[in-house]
């Protein structure tokens, strides 16, 4: 019930996003300059926030989340081999659709999701996935999308591309927050607070950008997308039910269960959309594949949660 409660929050705030964007507020440029405040400050300042709760994780924790991170991840790659073939996809959409069977939303909904459900102390679990996303989307995921011959011409200048962007302000976050907690530094209070304050803009912004992205797409032609929508399927439901059933069995920890959820039940990431623009793929695509998940994700996060439930595995 909690689940279906926060996912209904969300999406109204998404729902004013949606207006805003109708009414020329949160225009193209506007959503730009929210999504960098988004990135750069608010997501970070939530994962520095998550050291200042009086809980504790103990290391040991802390290396099997590690391990299922990139156990997670390994499966998706895998498994992107092979699911466009499965749905007949055209070959030049091939990269557009692994990056979109492997990289979630993770910042944008996950982490507020997360913090509503199990409290900051979740985030610092979640830290893991975040420095594998990152690695993964500017390595696995360039590679995807970008086109043949531009690879072999410049690999060299690909490869050191990516290494910068590797060292982005969220995968810092994400090393210094780990830093604080396991070497037990305290923030100063006035710190703490600022962070806070930062990190409460993560929820609200996000989901108002994310709206307002619905106003640029056609409903009508993401729900006559016929392979989209089993995408979306697998996507948002088989993927996160069948990987949380399989993880059940080796992990009884509910908190570590409930993290992992999230971070497979969440929709498209928008870094795909991004990407994909940014490559020359087929953008267009990307966009309505992020939209059209992030739009199914208010219905099908709470069935995912439901189901791990009725299968005995405590989220």
């Not at 705030?13 to 608010?42: R, Y």
């Not at 081999?81 to 557009?96: D, S, W």
């Not at 966009?287 to 709470?302: D, E, F, N, R, Y």
């Amino acid at each position: 019930m909690l689940v279906l409660q926060q996912m209904m929050a969300l999406f109204l705030v998404m729902i004013a996003g949606f207006f805003a964007q109708q009414k020329g507020i949160l225009d193209e440029s506007a959503c730009k300059k929210v999504s960098w405040i988004v990135v750069n400050i608010a997501n970070p300042a939530m994962v520095l926030s998550s050291v200042s709760g009086e809980g504790r994780i103990r290391s040991g924790e802390m290396a099997v989340m590690g391990m299922i991170s990139i156990g997670v991840f390994l499966s998706l790659i895998g498994l992107a081999l092979v699911l466009p073939k499965i749905l007949h996809v055209a070959r030049e959409q091939y990269g557009v659709y692994r990056v979109m069977t492997v990289f979630s939303n993770i910042g944008f909904m996950g982490f507020p999701i997360l913090t509503a459900l199990y409290g900051k102390k979740s985030l610092l679990y979640a830290a893991m996935f975040v420095l594998a996303y990152n690695v993964l989307v500017y390595t696995y995921g360039v590679l995807c999308l970008e086109p043949k011959g531009h690879k072999a011409k410049a690999s060299g200048g690909i490869v050191l591309e990516c290494l910068k962007k590797i060292g982005n302000v969220g995968v810092l976050a994400s090393l210094g927050a780990l830093a604080l907690y396991f070497g037990d530094i305290p923030l100063p209070g006035m710190c703490s607070q600022v962070f806070d304050m930062l990190a409460d803009m993560t929820a609200p912004l996000s989901m108002m950008v994310i709206g307002a992205s619905f106003g640029q797409m056609s409903v009508r032609e993401m729900a006559t997308d016929l392979r989209l929508l089993v995408f979306s399927g697998i996507k948002l439901l088989l993927i996160p039910i069948g990987g949380m059933w399989i993880l059940s069995k080796f992990v009884d920890n509910s908190m570590l269960l409930g993290v992992c959820m999230v971070m497979l039940a969440t929709p498209v990431g928008s870094m795909t959309a991004m990407l994909a623009q940014q490559y020359n793929c087929d953008s267009e695509l990307a966009s309505k594949g992020v939209a059209l998940t992030t739009l199914l994700s208010v219905a099908t996060i709470p069935l995912v949660s439901a189901a791990c439930r009725g299968m005995g595995i405590p989220v």
